[in-house]
C-alpha cells in the first residue's frame, strides 16, 4: 500500500492511492471461506457449498468493498500524518474500471487542503472599554426586580403608569370566502411602547381599534409593538388589524425588605438594600464587561481577517462543489457560488489557525459546564437565582441529549476559550466608558 503526492501548487494536489493485490487477497479470501462455511444453497449441505461457486456469485463485491475499505484508510492516514486540514473532502478521479484481480489497484483523488499561515495576535489593537454600571442603570435593574414580583392593581382607565392588555386579530372581511382561522395575537403595552400606547389610550376595557395593513407596513414601530414583524404585515391575508383591550393594570412595586431580597437571590444572601444595590452593580458589571470582551475580540477579527492572505484552492472547490451537489449544473455555477462564499471559507480558516495554534481543545467538562451556565442565565430571567449545582446539572445533562444542542454549545465553548487568547495575546488600547456611551459604539 502506497499513497504518492503531486502538488498543483501550495492549497492542492493529486494523491494517488496504490494498493498491491497482496493487500486485500488474504482478507477477501478468508472472508469467502466464511461465506462458503454458513452459506444456504439448494442441493447443498450447509458447509458445503464449493468454494469456486461462493467465489463466482460474491468475491467481485467483497473485494470491491475491501479495496475501498483500504483506499479510506490509507487516504485518511496519509491526511493526518501529513497534517493537512483539508478544506471540502477529496474528489476521487473517474475510474473506467476496477480490476481487483489486477497485480496493483490505484485510484487518484483531488484534494485542497488549508494554507500555512501563522497569525501573531500581538500586532493588532484595538479599543478594550472599561465600562461601568452608572445609578441610573443599577436603579433600573432594581426596579425591574421589584416588578418582577409586584401585584397587580386593576384599572378603571389607561393612566401613565398602566400596563394595558391587548388582543391582536385579523378582520375578515364580510363575504369572504373559504375558512379563516388566523390565531389572534396577545401583547401588554406601556408607556414605553409609545406607538401602541397612543393608539389606545383612550380606550377603556373591551373598547377597540382598527389598524389598516397599509398603516401596519407603513409604521414599522407600531407594528413591531402589535407583535407583527415586517413579514407578516406585507403578507396578511386580511386588509385590517382589531386591536382591542383586555386587561387594564398597575403594579404595586414589591418592598425593598428581606422578602424580596430572599425571593431573588436565595435566603439571607442580601441583608439590606446597600448590599443589593452592591450586587447588582458587581453583576450589571461583569455582564457590560463580557459585552465590552466580545467587542473586542470582534474587532480583533476583523482586522485579522482584512489583513491575513489566505490562498483558497479555488480549482479544487470549484471541483468540489460540482462533485458534491448535484443542484450544481455547470462549473460557471460553481465559480459563481464560490465567489459568494469565499469570505466565508477564508474566515473559517482563519478561526481553525487561530484555535490550533493557540493549542484551544473542548472535552466533555468544558461542554457541560457552559450548558450549566446557559441553565443559570435562563433561571435568572425568571428571577432563580437559587437552584442547587446537583438540579442545575440534572437540566443541563438533558439539555446534551440533543445533538444540535451539543455542536451549539460545542461552538460558544470553542470560542470563549479563543476570546480568552485573544485577550490575552492581542493589544489593547484601555478606555473608560458609559455604559450609553458603549452602546453607540457598537452601533458603527
Not at 494523491?15 to 444453497?41: F, P, R
Not at 456469485?57 to 479510506?72: D, L, R, T, V, W
Request: glycine share 4%; net charge negative; proline share 2%.
Amino acid at each position: 500500500m502506497n499513497v504518492t503526492a503531486k502538488n498543483h501548487d501550495e492549497v492542492s494536489a493529486l494523491l494517488t492511492v496504490t494498493l498491491d493485490k497482496s493487500d486485500y487477497k488474504e482478507k477477501v479470501d478468508k472472508t469467502l471461506i466464511n461465506y462458503a462455511k454458513n452459506a444456504q444453497v439448494p442441493g447443498f449441505r450447509k458447509g458445503k457449498v464449493p468454494l469456486s461457486m461462493v467465489k463466482k456469485q460474491y468475491e467481485a463485491g467483497i473485494a470491491f468493498e475491501e479495496i475501498n475499505k483500504q483506499i479510506s484508510e490509507a487516504l485518511n492516514a496519509y491526511v493526518n500524518d501529513n497534517k493537512l486540514r483539508l478544506v471540502g473532502q477529496p474528489v476521487p478521479l473517474p475510474v473506467n474500471e476496477l480490476d481487483y484481480n489486477a497485480d496493483q489497484v490505484s485510484v487518484a483523488f483531488e484534494v485542497g487542503y488549508e494554507p500555512e499561515l501563522t497569525i501573531d495576535l500581538a500586532k493588532y489593537e484595538a479599543p478594550h472599554y472599561k465600562v461601568e454600571a452608572s445609578d441610573k442603570e443599577i436603579t433600573t435593574s432594581v426596579e425591574n426586580m421589584q416588578k418582577r414580583f409586584a401585584e397587580r392593581v386593576e384599572q378603571d382607565k389607561i393612566g401613565k403608569d398602566s400596563y394595558i392588555a391587548l388582543e391582536v386579530k385579523q378582520v375578515v372581511e364580510e363575504g369572504a370566502e373559504g375558512e379563516h382561522n388566523h390565531a389572534p395575537k396577545h401583547v401588554t403595552a406601556n408607556k414605553e411602547t409609545k406607538a401602541v400606547y397612543d393608539l389606545v389610550k383612550s380606550l377603556k376595557k373591551d373598547g377597540s381599534v382598527k389598524v389598516s395593513k397599509e398603516d401596519l407596513v407603513a409604521k414599522e414601530d407600531l407594528a413591531k409593538e402589535l407583535g407583527i414583524n415586517k413579514d407578516e404585515a406585507e403578507n396578511m391575508h386580511h386588509n385590517e388589524v382589531e386591536v382591542t383591550v383586555k386587561d387594564i393594570y398597575g403594579l404595586d412595586l414589591a418592598e425593598l425588605n428581606q422578602e424580596l431580597f430572599d425571593k431573588v437571590y436565595g435566603k439571607d444572601e442580601i441583608k439590606s438594600e446597600e448590599e443589593l444595590r452592591e450586587r447588582v452593580k458587581k453583576e450589571l458589571d461583569e455582564y457590560f464587561q463580557q459585552n465590552a470582551d466580545v467587542h473586542f475580540v470582534n474587532k480583533i477579527l476583523e482586522q485579522v481577517s482584512e489583513k491575513e492572505e489566505v490562498k483558497l484552492p479555488e480549482a479544487f472547490l470549484t471541483k468540489w462543489l460540482l462533485f458534491s451537489n448535484q443542484n450544481i449544473q455547470s462549473e460557471e455555477q460553481a465559480k459563481e457560488i464560490l465567489e459568494n462564499e469565499k469570505n466565508q471559507i477564508k474566515y473559517q480558516i482563519l478561526e481553525g489557525k487561530l484555535m490550533t495554534q493557540n493549542e484551544i481543545s473542548l472535552d466533555y467538562n468544558d461542554v457541560l459546564a457552559q450548558a450549566e451556565q446557559l441553565v443559570r442565565n435562563q433561571l435568572a430571567i425568571y428571577g432563580i437565582h437559587h437552584l442547587s449545582d446537583e438540579e442545575v446539572q440534572k437540566y443541563a445533562v438533558e439539555m446534551l441529549k440533543d445533538e444540535n444542542q451539543v455542536r451549539q454549545i460545542s461552538s460558544e465553548v470553542g470560542m470563549a476559550k479563543l476570546k480568552d487568547a485573544i485577550l490575552e495575546k492581542a493589544s489593547k488600547k484601555e478606555t473608560a466608558i458609559s455604559h450609553d456611551e458603549f452602546l453607540e459604539e457598537l452601533k458603527k
